[in-house]
């Protein structure tokens, strides 16, 4: 039989090799119509006497990256009509659906013929699912393979058999760490645990899968065998008895108790080793159900998974505008932003321009990159050849017509208007026509800048967050007269660096910044209060915050904040900060100089390594505490939380974001806003609009007016809509629909 993404040879010895090549897709993923396929496959090389075994691998240079969007989209969209259809139904009907793919897994391990998974590349979720329900598994010891089940990432957890199988091959605490964290596995990692039998060399991958099976691999699995016992013993141990209670105690510490789709790992995996291995697969069968349903899922798939792929892929990128090639970028101030935005552009293949004020200073920059390949290669992340090819690419010089090649400029010097005047001026006078301007400027709106450009509309702000290398997001930022084309070249430049952007329209402190600073006013008010700083910071991380708004403060310097609060008194006057907020940052910073963790003194003091950083005990003599009892950290939460999220709606409303998936991808990949949410707008989806209306209520009663909803929140809650209602990011479908 022929098949669209299959295809099936057998050979001599009776072999069947079935190879999965989706046509017009990069990576092979499970769709519903890969299912029917490879269940009609299951079908065929069962019935056919000829085949002695089969050996399943992918014909791309991956193996498959696992569940296709649309595969798990439908499943909450199918709940949600069910559900509308008959509520008391709706579940069951659920269950039988997130079964399917679990069931076809099972037939593929009882059919009666030995099947062996052929991993060559990255084998992520079902894929890896699929390969534990083969009766053997070789993997590529190419450095390109990566194993995982990642599914906890996006608030799910691996439901087709993953959480029964894997403990069933590996220990349970293993087991446990590779499910909870999601983290990929090596070739060799995953032999020496146990999940696959056989590392081998690239070329040798088919012949030593076929192999298995001419040796006479048993079409039965271990836990299908009499007798079987789970490595370890299960869970009725002395080991197992040391396990549980700290894995339980390990995963609140790791997890704050925020994600559902990790706690079902842990009971999935207690639960299921108790009982026969049918049993164990409805256990997880419903326990997956039961995590569908939730409001963490829901929006971590969609936040996490579905809009970040969209937004990656150019969701907001005009239409028309021919894909860029960048011939070469230059960027203009070698710093510390310009010198790694050098070293991120170069890392993607680009050649770059870095020009300075010097050929001293140009050089310097040049040195951070240096500084990182090294790092890299030591770390045998990337070749020595790899690593010179990178820096070949660098050319650092003090001549501004180096920018005459470059097909976007992108400038990083000073925040000052005038010098970045002088660089705009002197940067366009050798600009090629076509070419494209960008600013990383945090603070100046870039409307403003581009009145220095005799080009606005080639005009526009490409704002990266430090560390450059490791932080995923950049904001694009539209000026007045900002074209399409410098939209549609900024966003390709942000794809061909890897990193996900959003479109944000011109205000003070764009969208990120904007939030962050309401996160650490909230703080600096709680300091006021008496609030102890320790449970500040520590309630912070319980709510999934990456890190505590003190600490944050620090990183990002307190004097940097201290430039900003007088900046916007400058611009906007005396009003448009709060003086007590003002005093606190000229206290620390120009009285005490505790500017943060650049000064080593912040509200952290931080010793010299290997010792930890501990928060500065002056605090307390500055404000006076509250005793810890009398502070309710449910409050806490509350307040962290919402004043992000009302900033959040705020620049929604005002037209600053237009897209909610944006407001959310970036308030996680910006600052790291509590992910189980699926962001700062979904967080307010998620529990509807008018129990946020409440609670900002209810929170400005107490601590200010700075929690007062919007109107915008006020008409959501009274008609019962959700952001994503309102500013639909998918027009074209609603109305297909
Ligand atoms: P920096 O002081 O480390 O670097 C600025 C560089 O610009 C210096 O190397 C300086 O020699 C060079 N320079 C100054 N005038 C120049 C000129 N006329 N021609 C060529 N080079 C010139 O500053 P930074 O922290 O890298 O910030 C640079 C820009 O990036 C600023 O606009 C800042 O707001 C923005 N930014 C900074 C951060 C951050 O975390 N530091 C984050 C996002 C954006």
């Not at 310009?338 to 321009?353: E, F, K, L, N």
Request: a neutral charge.
């Amino acid at each position: 039989m022929a098949y669209k993404n299959f295809t099936v040879e057998t050979d001599a010895d009776g072999i069947a090799l079935v190879t999965w090549n989706m046509p017009d897709k990069s990576m092979n993923v499970f769709t519903e119509e890969v299912m029917v396929e490879l269940n009609a496959i299951t079908d065929e090389v069962t019935a056919d006497a000829a085949v002695k075994g089969v050996v399943f691998t992918s014909g791309k240079s991956s193996f498959s990256g696992g569940a296709d969007l649309s595969m798990i989209k439908g499943m909450f969209s199918f709940y949600q009509a069910e559900k509308a259809k008959d509520a008391s139904t709706a579940a069951q009907k659920l269950f039988d659906l997130v079964g399917k793919m679990s069931g076809l897994f099972r037939k593929i391990e009882t059919a009666g013929k030995p099947w062996v998974s052929a991993i060559n590349g990255t084998c992520m979720g079902g894929a890896f699912e699929l390969s534990l329900a083969c009766h053997g598994r070789v993997a590529s010891n190419a450095k390109s393979v990566k194993i995982a089940l990642p599914e906890v990432k996006v608030g799910i957890f691996p439901g087709a058999g993953g959480t029964q199988r894997v403990p069933r091959l590996t220990n349970a605490q293993d087991a446990l760490q590779m499910m909870t964290t999601g983290s990929s596995l090596t070739a060799s990692r995953a032999k020496a645990m146990g999940l696959v039998h056989q590392a081998v060399e690239p070329d040798q991958l088919i012949p030593a899968a076929k192999q298995m099976i001419k040796d006479g691999l048993k079409p039965v699995q271990p836990w299908d065998e009499k007798g079987f016992k789970a490595p370890g013993g299960g869970i009725w141990t002395p080991a197992a008895a040391q396990l549980w209670p700290a894995a339980t105690a390990i995963l609140r510490r790791e997890t704050g108790g925020n994600y559902p789709g990790a706690l079902a790992i842990l009971k999935c995996v207690y639960e299921g080793l108790q009982v026969p291995f049918d049993t164990a697969l409805r256990i997880e069968q419903r326990y997956f159900t039961q995590i569908l349903q939730t409001t963490e899922a829901f929006s971590m798939i969609r936040s996490l998974f579905i809009s970040m792929q969209e937004l990656g892929k150019g969701a907001r990128r005009p239409a028309g505008v021919p894909k860029s090639e960048f011939t070469r970028v230059a960027v203009v101030g070698a710093g510390f932003m310009g010198a790694s935005i050098g070293y991120v552009t170069a890392a993607a293949g680009i050649p770059v321009t870095l020009i300075d004020r010097d050929q001293a200073a140009a050089d310097k920059g040049k040195t951070v990159s240096e500084g990182l390949v090294q790092g890299s290669v030591q770390k045998g992340r990337m070749t020595k050849e790899e690593g010179e090819k990178l820096l070949s690419l660098i050319t650092p010089t003090a001549d501004y017509s180096a920018v005459k090649d470059a097909d976007l400029v992108i400038e990083a010097v000073f925040e000052d208007r005038q010098v970045k005047k002088e660089v705009i001026e002197k940067v366009e006078a050798h600009m090629k026509e076509g070419a494209i301007f960008a600013s990383n400027t945090s603070t100046l709106p870039i409307t403003g800048l581009a009145k220095n450009s005799k080009r606005p509309a080639d005009f526009i702000g490409v704002h990266f967050f430090s560390p450059v290398e490791k932080m995923m997001l950049t904001e694009v930022i539209l000026g007045k007269e900002t074209g399409d084309k410098a939209l549609a070249v900024a966003l390709d430049y942000v794809a061909a660096i890897k990193k996900t952007p959003i479109v944000v329209n011109d205000t003070r402190g764009f969208y990120v910044n904007r939030c962050v600073f309401r996160y650490i006013h909230e703080a600096y008010d709680m300091l006021f209060e008496g609030v102890p700083a320790a449970m500040i910071e520590n309630v912070a991380k319980q709510s999934g915050m990456p890190v505590g708004p003190l600490s944050l403060n620090d990183e990002v310097a307190i004097d940097l904040s201290q430039k900003i609060l007088k900046a916007s008194i400058a611009d906007l006057g005396e009003g448009a900060v709060d003086p007590k907020h003002m005093a606190l940052v000229n206290k620390m910073v120009d009285e005490l100089d505790r500017k943060g963790r650049k000064n080593g003194r912040g509200f952290y003091e931080y010793p010299a390594k290997p010792a930890k950083k501990f928060l500065w005990p002056g605090l307390k003599e500055l404000f006076p505490q509250q005793k810890a009892e009398d502070v309710d950290p449910a409050i806490i939460r509350e307040r962290l939380l919402t004043t992000i999220a009302l900033e959040a709606a705020r620049t929604m409303e005002e037209g600053i974001v237009t897209d909610p998936r944006e407001a959310d991808v970036g308030s996680i990949l910006g600052f790291g806003f509590a992910p189980y949410t699926g962001g700062a707008i979904s967080y307010i989806d998620g529990m509807g609009a008018k129990a946020f209306v409440a609670q900002c209520e209810k929170l400005a009663k107490s601590y200010g007016d700075h929690f007062q909803p919007t109107p915008l929140l006020k008409d959501l809650a009274e008609k019962g809509e959700t952001f994503y209602q309102r500013f639909n990011p998918y027009p074209a479908e609603a109305k297909a629909a």
